[in-house]
């Protein structure tokens, strides 16, 4: 049998640029794919602020133009990559600009790429099985394929998967845009993408895709409701037959403190000893007393309402002025949450440290000197900071809500099993429960050793939902 061929289309993927966790699992699972034996290619924007270092053999390969609209647009499409080949499409004027999303034409920058990504193919001689869309950017694909690309031989027969990330963000816009993406108004329909008198990409994508994934078993179940649906819980009920939770996972390479080189001491699950001196380092490189007998809370997260950081005012009056503990913050957000931490660490710079940014490297750091690790999030689709988090053996604690459901079980006391601490009404009396959980179980240090193992112990790497993803693929074609 032919070897099977993916593509993936998204706006970032690490290590070249990420905002969040749609570029970690770009990053990620098509490594994974590709060690199951599927020839997985990897398209993206050519973004200014893309990390050119990281893309090895970088070499220009053919200048090619796509008509939108009335308008053609000119694109050079770049190669590299050595584990999985990676195609960058460059533009001038809708990528050689700080950042990667908020632009007032974000509609056309991203309709263009995805046009661009399909209009790509036979020049790179690779012609796909599977194209994976991920998330609203890529949202217009599946549309573009089946209405305008399918007209000619080559892409016939290539079906499509849409992934949803996160739902929240829908790319929704006025529809004066249509005829600069090349769409009519007979695409302001409810089963294509007409959302309450708005062009939508994403109900674009999960409209127009042979297969819907999203990021987590519970996730999958909760976008089917008004609570987490966000206006297209009817769309994506009605496709429910066609929608798969699939669990992320984290690269067990780059997030292994046995091997790590930027934490201050390397550790495992069979030998803890390390774990204590990356505590000590971060105390004190954060200016915190350095003592080993107080638990260390950490945060590494942006800072926003979907990561409970309105939440954080209970942890601030009823903890940290009145009990032993500490609070470490590495993140910048939302301007309202950043103000209230610094604020806090100014009133309490024995007990909070506030580092307002973020910083990779930092994160290992953090993760590895941590006791707890804090994410009580109004919503989840999966999270991949907690999976990071318990493979240093910091313990979560979290809100059960989307993947943190799927990946964090309860921690009991009286069996010893699961491994963190979790907490289902999102208010300050569920934190609060949570916070006098985990400073008990910290009290204790033999539950503490064995609840800090059952996290270090969970394996969440790639290799299962790769697995997930291929068995779909194959069901498909």
């Known amino acids: 049998m032919e070897k099977l061929k993916v593509l993936f289309v998204a706006s970032e993927a690490a290590p070249f640029i990420k905002s969040g966790g749609l570029g970690d699992v770009v990053g990620s699972l098509p490594k994974a794919l590709r060690s199951l034996g599927v020839d997985v290619r990897v398209v993206l924007p050519m973004h200014k602020n893309l990390d050119q270092g990281k893309l090895v ?279 309202r949450f950043e103000q209230m931490l610094a604020h806090a660490a100014h009133i309490h710079p024995d007990k909070i440290h506030a580092n307002i940014k973020f910083d990779a490297n930092l994160a290992h750091q953090y993760y590895a000197g941590a006791d707890f690790f804090l994410m009580p999030s109004l919503f989840e689709p999966c999270g991949l900071s907690q999976l990071m988090a318990m493979r240093y053996g910091a313990i979560p604690v979290v809100r059960g809500t989307g993947g943190l459901v799927d990946t964090v079980p309860n921690f009991d006391a009286e069996t010893g099993e699961g491994r963190g601490i979790v907490f289902e009404n999102y208010d300050h009396g569920g934190i609060r429960w949570a916070m006098k959980k985990a400073l008990e179980i910290y009290a204790d240090q033999e539950l503490f050793g064995k609840a800090r193992q059952n996290a270090m112990s969970a394996d969440f790497s790639w290799e299962n939902s790769a697995r997930e993803y291929l068995e779909l693929y194959e069901n498909l074609i």
């Not at 007032?104 to 790509?120: C, E, I, P, V």
């Not at 399918?150 to 929240?168: A, G, P």
């Not at 409209?207 to 994506?236: M, R, W």
Request: hydrophobic fraction near 40%.
């Open 57 to 335: 053999g970088l070499r220009h390969v053919d200048s090619l133009e796509v008509l939108m609209g009335t308008a053609s647009h000119g694109f050079g499409v770049y190669a590299a990559g050595v584990d999985v080949p990676v195609y960058l499409i460059a533009n001038q004027d809708f990528f050689s600009r700080d950042g990667l999303y908020g632009y007032d034409d974000d509609a056309k920058r991203y309709a263009f790429f995805t046009k661009a990504a399909l209009a790509l193919l036979p020049t790179i001689d690779f012609q796909p099985h599977i194209i994976n869309f991920n998330d609203w950017q890529t949202g217009l694909g599946s549309l573009y394929l089946k209405d305008d690309f399918q007209k000619f031989t080559f892409y016939k027969d290539i079906k499509t998967v849409f992934t949803v990330h996160n739902l929240q963000h829908q790319g929704r816009f006025g529809d004066h845009i249509l005829p600069s993406i090349g769409l009519n108004h007979g695409y302001m329909a409810a089963d294509k993408l007409e959302f309450y008198g708005s062009v939508n990409y994403m109900k674009a994508g999960l409209t127009h895709a042979d297969f819907i994934t999203t990021v987590s078993p519970t996730y999958a179940k909760e976008i089917q409701t008004s609570e987490y649906g966000y206006g297209l819980e009817g769309v994506l009920s009605q496709r429910k037959d066609q929608l798969l939770g699939i669990l992320n996972g984290i690269d067990y390479e780059e997030y292994n403190p046995a091997t790590n080189d930027v934490i201050s001491a390397n550790f495992s699950v069979d030998s803890v000893v390390g774990k204590a001196e990356n505590k000590a380092a971060l105390q004190e490189a954060l200016g915190l007393p350095v003592r080993g007998d107080v638990p260390l809370f950490v945060v590494v997260s942006r800072l926003a309402e979907q990561k409970g950081l309105d939440l954080i005012p209970a942890i601030l009056g009823d903890f940290i002025s009145n009990q032993d503990m500490q609070l470490a913050v590495l993140g910048n957000g939302e301007h």
